[in-house]
């Protein structure tokens, strides 16, 4: 093996799944982090006893190897929980995904009429070529229902017209869910043997996503794995197609580190800018043209506990700036210091800089109560504190032509023979928590010798929470 041991850069799922892959065949090596704490996204936060997710995990997985190791590291820490998610609009619930007779129900005769023969017009008459997120919500639901439960929300969360957002992303997130399925589902029927639904149950560790990785952390440290926090990556050199090492710094000056191969799943634009030698003009522009958006959740406390049955809220009315509502209390009891106690988690989204990421926390809280005002959720009587948290760059953005960007990307660190790209964040993919893990399981095979590729995983956008057919 060349000089140094395998670097891995980033301590979310993906990047401890790797270290975890390599130390299980006595293979030291070193994994940086850039925050104190590690869990990527998947970390959870804590305030005087309540924690919170960032954006939600659920744990669900088609993949046993990822189920066992779950399982191994938790235990009986590792809750089955039951899925219930509505949309709020209208001042009204509806059930998620879409149920025909309750979305009908709550719409009214009108609206709903106007639903169905928008929904039968698109089948006869799709758009094509489905470019846009509008064009593939549209095809499936019809325009009209795009317009009520879709178009909203799609761009509260990602700050751009829906017709701007690829299809891509709709490809990814709800593949194969659609009116015509939801109707035959509420008739009792299947199409072909196969209704296309989302999971109705899920892990979830007793006191969050967190735990899970603290706790794959401890393991890693205890098999001879090194684990640096508060190390940001600031360059990445190279020589004659090979990573020879990276500059992590920790505020106290830059520390070289010698490495035989490098797992990366920080974002792969910042991988790019931070090349040594840099790369051509044209990899470089590819990369400032990737986006990613962010999210700040304001976590309002509350001394009683809440009345609503849901894990989370979709906020699709336009009245409230908020996009989705945690309740983490309903997630796991662990999650809030007592019985009698609960907490509502706003989710805004922005880009990080802007004037919303720099909002004060004050602000921020006061946004929040404004949102909480006019949903009645809760009493403000029994507000007892709040606490706010900032994650840049949590998705990566699918805005139209993000495919030929990457592509350049990808095509120019393929002569890195000791490079790979791993995660969310690394592939600039979509990806569920399994299929992040996944990929740097693959990249230690690949390490190894094995045929295998890590951006394999999840080549045709499969939804991971669809429910396993019979076998």
Request: with cysteine.
């Amino acid at each position: 093996m060349p000089d140094g041991k395998p670097v891995i850069i980033g301590g979310g799922p993906a990047g401890i799944s790797a270290a975890l892959a390599l130390v299980g065949r006595r293979i030291p090596c070193l994994l940086l982090e850039k925050d104190r704490q590690v869990g990527g996204m998947c970390k959870t936060v804590e305030y005087k006893g309540f924690r919170c997710d960032i954006g939600g995990h659920r744990f669900f997985t088609k993949n046993k190897e990822v189920q066992a190791l779950w399982e191994k590291t938790l235990g009986r820490e590792f809750l089955v929980r039951q899925r219930l998610s509505r949309i709020y609009y209208r001042g009204k619930f509806f059930y998620y995904p879409l149920r025909f007779g309750n979305a009908l129900a709550g719409l009214g005769l009108v609206d709903s009429s106007k639903i169905i023969f928008s929904y039968l017009k698109s089948r006869a008459f799709p758009l094509r070529p489905e470019v846009s997120f509008a064009d593939w919500v549209s095809n499936r639901f019809g325009k009209e229902l795009f317009n009520i439960f879709f178009k909203t929300y799609t761009e509260k969360v990602w700050g751009i017209p829906c017709a701007t957002l690829s299809a891509d992303w709709a490809a990814q997130r709800i593949r194969n869910l659609s009116l015509g399925r939801a109707v035959m589902n509420a008739l009792g029927l299947k199409n072909g043997g196969q209704v296309a639904s989302l999971i109705d149950s899920f892990h979830y560790p007793r006191l969050g996503p967190g735990q899970m990785y603290e706790d794959m952390c401890r393991r890693l440290s205890r098999e001879g794995g090194e684990i640096r926090a508060g190390q940001e990556v600031m360059e990445i050199r190279h020589d004659q197609g090979r990573i020879t090492g990276v500059l992590s710094r920790n505020g106290d000056g830059g520390q070289p580190t010698a490495c035989s191969h490098c797992l990366s799943s920080m974002p792969i634009s910042d991988l790019v800018k931070r090349l040594s030698p840099p790369p051509p003009d044209a990899v470089m522009q590819a990369a400032r043209a990737l986006r990613y958006r962010s999210i700040i959740t304001v976590n309002l406390l509350f001394k009683t506990r809440t009345t609503l049955p849901d894990n989370w809220i979709y906020l699709h009315s336009p009245e409230v700036t908020a996009g989705r509502l945690q309740l983490y209390g309903n997630w796991s009891p662990g999650m809030v210091p007592a019985a009698g106690t609960s907490s509502a988690g706003f989710e805004y989204f922005c880009f990080e800089g802007d004037a919303f990421w720099n909002l004060t926390d004050a602000a921020l809280i006061k946004l929040a109560r404004q949102d909480l005002a006019h949903l009645k959720f809760f009493d403000q009587e029994d507000l007892s504190d709040a606490f706010v948290v900032r994650y840049a760059k949590a998705y990566p953005m699918y805005e139209d032509g993000y495919d030929r960007h990457l592509r350049v990307i990808k095509e120019w660190l393929g002569q890195f023979a000791n490079l790979y790209c791993i995660g969310r964040y690394g592939q600039f993919r979509y990806n569920n928590m399994d299929h992040s893990m996944l990929t740097g399981m693959l990249a230690v095979r690949a390490l190894l010798g094995e045929k295998v590729n890590p951006w394999s995983v999840n080549p045709e956008g499969e939804y991971i929470e669809e429910k396993r057919g019979e076998d």
